[in-house]
């Protein structure tokens, strides 16, 4: 077992034979442990240079190889759930070359892609949707009167997820040929969290519980097979080319490692579900990093000034939650299965009877949170901007509309980077604006974060502050809870000509424009309520409003400018800056900011374009 990462391309002769499914078949099975081996070794190496999701990949090698061995894959279809763990299964199906390109801007996609590959049956990214998505597959074939068989391929975090099982209900009445394996290897990126979790747990990982574990799932009408070592082709193939010709909805339940064949993401599951890449061979630092709020790699080429390295805003929202924890017992953090990312595991340890997470089940932990505050709790719901989606209805009907006194502290709001469409917070501006009730805030550093998130605390009603992934600027935080005043924008510097309007945390690379040719810059602060005021006097006195932010343009805060300024009959240019109508490619954050124009150097050509073409 490796201890370390390969710097040096392994040698994979078994592996060079064999770049698509079709090679694979015509191996004899006394040979997959070996190309089990290789591709193993060849994904060590491969994340070491490219960075990205570790664990799960390690942790399927034998179930990838067994699939697409007995599956007449793509003809027979498989889904993999969040997407997690699809590295193995990119490498066998033609491009394994092209793995080594995986998140770069161009390259390939982190997860799986149906326009990447006709293996890639169906895009995932988010938890929970492979059984649904598969059944639907299944019953397209039972319509059609075909024989192909559609596999998904489910962990046992993602099966905390109700969606999930409602597709488990829906199954059974059907009788369509699926398959479901769950990936039971004890871990999803957090500790798996409530009664479902327990129950697997207890009944899963010991055989004496399959009884019982059949049972469950039997009850759901599906035949249970298992649990099988999914590290074990003797026992794999077997029962893969059973279930392959088997009629009805059939439930694999399979034992794996996460990190399997390297000891450090054996022995540490969450730090390693995902890494950085390793430093180049001159770096003074040659140890291995674990992926995590760190700043993106500034292009040195760019004539803008760096941006200097703060703290996370994730860790701004951990010191604030705790503080203000001291400060009001009332305070209950929730979070979906989203511990670590959002910065929360101190204050799990530290006041864990006022914690609560509640595994992959946004739309459970905005009601839960509506159901708090009816009874004068101060829930705080720590969310991706990605994943609030998913809880779109619940904030609406349960939260909004009640008016209750919920905040939402929303990270990874923007452009995310290497883990592309699927996680981008590309939209929550626009489906949060048309929101009756509800205060949106959207900080420019991480000073403005913490005192925007003792703001919307204090706020009777719902409230919600948007803010990055990563490091902030470094305008340091001070230690008060103080609040500012709701909907109050501040003026950053005065100028001639042009007044650039920036909604969050842009307002770095604005700076650098509106110093460089004199113009005024506003931090607006406040999405919703917006400072009507400034807006109005702002457009007496220049030529040009120009809006900022880094989300849809659509809907964005600067379509909220754009309408105030017509009802108001005030006759000034607009123009409004923002991500295109499109679903953004992965790529560094810094790189897809340039590509869309968000960048110092892109912001000021287009205001010069605007005001040349006047």
């Not at 409230?463 to 470094?474: E, H």
């Not at 917006?530 to 659509?554: F, G």
């Not at 006759?571 to 295109?580: D, I, Q, R, T």
């Not at 050509?605 to 040349?612: E, H």
Request: charged share 20%; hydrophobic share 40%; with cysteine.
């Amino acid at each position: 077992m490796l201890k370390e990462l390969p710097t040096q391309r392994p040698s994979t002769p078994l592996l060079d034979q064999t770049s698509v499914p079709n090679k694979l078949r015509r191996l004899d099975a006394s040979q997959l442990p070996q190309l089990a081996q290789e591709l193993r070794q060849y994904l060590l190496y491969s994340v070491g240079q490219t960075g990205g999701h570790f664990g799960a990949g390690l942790g399927i090698v034998e179930l990838t190889l067994a699939l697409h061995y007995i599956f007449d894959t793509p003809n027979d279809q498989l889904i993999w759930d969040v997407g997690h763990q699809c590295y193995p299964h990119k490498v066998i199906t033609g491009r394994r070359e092209a793995l080594l390109s995986i998140r770069k801007q161009g390259g390939l996609a982190p997860f799986p892609k149906r326009e990447e590959s006709p293996f890639d049956d169906f895009g995932t990214g988010h938890s929970s949707t492979s059984i649904s998505a598969a059944l639907g597959m299944a019953l397209a074939h039972k319509l059609d009167n075909k024989n192909n068989r559609t596999v998904a391929v489910i962990g046992d975090g993602a099966m905390t997820g109700g969606m999930a099982f409602e597709a488990l209900n829906h199954a059974a009445h059907t009788g369509a040929n699926l398959l479901v394996i769950l990936n039971d290897n004890d871990m999803s990126i957090s500790h798996n969290e409530g009664g479902l979790a327990t129950y697997l747990a207890k009944n899963l990982k010991g055989r004496t519980g399959a009884t019982t574990t059949a049972a469950m799932f039997e009850a759901l009408e599906f035949h249970y097979t298992g649990p099988v070592d999914g590290h074990d082709f003797d026992q794999l193939l077997p029962v893969l080319s059973q279930l392959r010709n088997a009629e009805g909805p059939q439930f694999l339940h399979l034992l794996t490692t996460k990190g399997k064949g390297f000891a450090p993401a054996e022995e540490d599951p969450i730090g390693y579900h995902a890494i950085t890449k390793l430093p180049e061979p001159d770096s003074s630092n040659n140890r291995l990093r674990q992926a995590g709020n760190q700043p993106d790699e500034v292009n040195p080429d760019k004539k803008t000034v760096s941006k200097p390295d703060g703290i996370s805003y994730s860790k701004v929202f951990g010191q604030w939650l705790c503080d203000q924890a001291e400060a009001d017992t009332k305070l209950i953090a929730i979070t979906p299965a989203m511990s670590e990312g959002s910065g929360m595991v101190t204050f799990a340890k530290r006041f864990p009877e006022r914690y609560f997470d509640v595994a992959i089940a946004e739309q459970h932990a905005i009601t839960m949170a509506a159901g708090l505050a009816c009874q004068g709790a101060k829930p705080v719901v720590a969310i991706y901007s990605t994943f609030l989606q998913r809880g779109y209805d619940q904030l609406i009907h349960d939260v909004a509309l009640q008016n209750l006194d919920v905040l939402f502290a929303i990270d990874r709001a923007g452009l995310v980077g290497e883990d592309g469409p699927t996680h981008h917070g590309s939209f929550d501006l626009s489906f949060l604006n048309c929101i009756p009730n509800l205060v949106i805030m959207a900080p420019s550093n991480e000073a403005e974060a913490r005192i925007m998130l003792s703001t919307g605390y204090h706020y009777q009603g719902p409230a919600c502050v948007r803010y990055p992934r990563g490091v902030g600027p470094g305008a340091n935080p001070s230690n008060s809870l103080e609040s500012i005043e709701i909907g109050k924008s501040r003026v950053i510097r005065n100028g001639r000509t042009v007044a650039i309007l920036c909604f969050g945390a842009l307002l770095w690379e604005a700076q650098q424009v509106a110093k460089s040719l004199d113009f005024t810059l506003v931090d607006m602060r406040f999405v919703k309520p917006m400072d009507k005021a400034a807006v109005t006097e702002l457009a007496k006195n220049h030529q040009l409003l120009v809006t900022l932010e880094e989300n849809a343009l659509i809907g964005g805060a600067g379509s909220l400018v754009n309408g105030y300024l017509l009802n108001q009959g005030i006759a000034v240019k607009v123009l409004n800056l923002g991500l295109e109508d499109s679903f953004i490619s992965h790529g560094k954050a810094t790189g897809l900011l340039a590509q869309q124009g968000l960048d110092a150097d892109g912001i000021t050509a287009r205001i010069c374009k605007r005001l040349n073409a006047d």
